[in-house]
């Protein structure tokens, strides 16, 4: 396989797929360029970069045959597609959440003792990610927000995965490059491993010395990943997260075209996940805040369509919010509502204004019987909630 310019793309070309682009073309099925309008239409598209296969490329003297498939753009898919309910996928997708924490933890204590990534078991968990995702998105999303405050080392890198499979998802992917992604996501800190513990787990301000070892953390990622011989998109996710569009990011300052698309989409899901997180010396932000805070940092740091497109997957109010509603009850977004972000499913078991839990009950906010909506994402401390318990006991089957 060779990665090429488009610009180096000929006539007989065989398209494995896109590596970097600034549009969201599709590629329908890997196959072979016909002529050069083939090439302009995935120019005019946005695409930057493809793989192919240069043993594959035809010999133009010969004649066409009907077995010759041509690049074209896939019809469109509706990306909200829910196979299944999800109270039916939560306990599949708990399972595999525990798991991968599992697989984590003794990848951590591998490269300790100097043992290579076990490869295989990561693309694993990350194909069981995407089917979860493809089955019912809003299973993994809700376990994503519902963590525990003194796991963020290993649960950040696996919400990471799950939000960058949703994304990817959304913007139409294949389902191979969306492991890649998802797969390049899992470790896109691994490198964190090799500093030390007394500045990872510091609790206040780190100084300017102790920031800068820090930043190492993203190239410890890079080789790591790219040692394991899990290809270019994975290393790049993994090394370039922290990268910024003007530049002023690290550990190489990379700007603009530099950055590919996916560098763009994990650096949005990184900093979104880490701003949302209760850690404990910290109380996380609400989504909300969150998506303004990214907004301050476009067009100059963020890709701002890639942003908008984000935040319309994942929504103002995403799966495992706790909100409150207007009629003072309280509770979790069970369920997501693509034709009306502003109306999902909330699962209600309290009641904010006279402090007394109620009877658990999902209500549809767009239900037109329903005469209630959302006043605000709210936190649990505020109200002396524990949002783990009532999640494992309340909404798991």
Not at 20 to 43: D, P
Not at 220 to 244: C, N, P, Q, T
Request: contains cysteine; negative net charge.
């Amino acid at each position: 396989m060779k990665t090429i310019n488009i610009k180096d793309l000929q006539p007989g070309m065989f398209v494995v797929g896109v590596i970097k682009q600034a549009g969201h073309v599709r590629v329908k099925n890997q196959g072979w360029v016909r002529n050069e309008k083939g090439i302009n239409n995935l120019i005019n598209s946005g695409v930057l970069e493809v793989e192919i296969d240069p043993d594959k490329t035809l010999d133009q003297s010969q004649p066409e045959t009907e077995t010759v498939e041509e690049i074209t753009e896939a019809p469109k898919q509706d990306p909200w597609h829910k196979s299944v309910p999800v109270e039916a996928e939560l306990g599949h997708a708990v399972q595999m959440y525990e798991q991968a924490k599992q697989l984590q933890e003794k990848t951590f204590l591998d490269i300790k003792e100097g043992r290579k990534i076990d490869v295989a078991d990561f693309k694993e968990t990350a194909s069981g990610f995407i089917d979860s995702v493809f089955r019912n998105q809003d299973a993994l999303a809700c376990i994503a927000r519902i963590r525990e405050k003194d796991g963020y080392l290993l649960e950040h890198s696996l919400n990471v995965s799950i939000l960058m499979s949703i994304f990817a998802k959304h913007l139409g992917f294949e389902r191979t490059l969306i492991e890649e992604l998802a797969t390049g996501a899992l470790l896109h800190d691994i490198g964190k491993i090799k500093i030390p513990d007394e500045i990872l787990q510091k609790p206040d301000k780190l100084s300017e010395n102790e920031f800068a070892i820090m930043r190492e953390h993203a190239k410890f990622s890079h080789d790591i990943v790219k040692d394991s011989g899990l290809g270019d998109i994975a290393s790049e996710i993994a090394g370039f997260h922290h990268e910024r569009l003007n530049g002023t990011g690290y550990p190489y300052a990379k700007q603009g075209e530099e950055l590919s698309q996916y560098v763009r989409m994990i650096s949005i899901v990184d900093v979104y996940d880490a701003l949302t997180a209760d850690r404990v010396y910290k109380v996380g932000m609400a989504p909300i805040k969150a998506f303004r805070k990214l907004k301050d940092g476009c067009p100059h740091e963020f890709d701002e369509n890639l942003l908008n497109q984000f935040i319309h997957c994942i929504g103002m109010y995403p799966v495992g919010t706790l909100v409150k509603l207007k009629s003072h009850r309280v509770g979790i977004v069970a369920a997501s509502n693509p034709d009306s972000p502003l109306q999902p499913v909330v699962k209600v078991f309290y009641n904010a204004k006279n402090m007394f839990h109620v009877e658990v009950r999902d209500i549809d906010l767009s239900d037109k019987r329903v005469d209630d909506e959302l006043e605000a994402a709210v936190k649990p401390e505020e109200f002396g909630l524990d949002l783990i318990k009532f999640f494992r006991h309340s909404m798991l089957p």
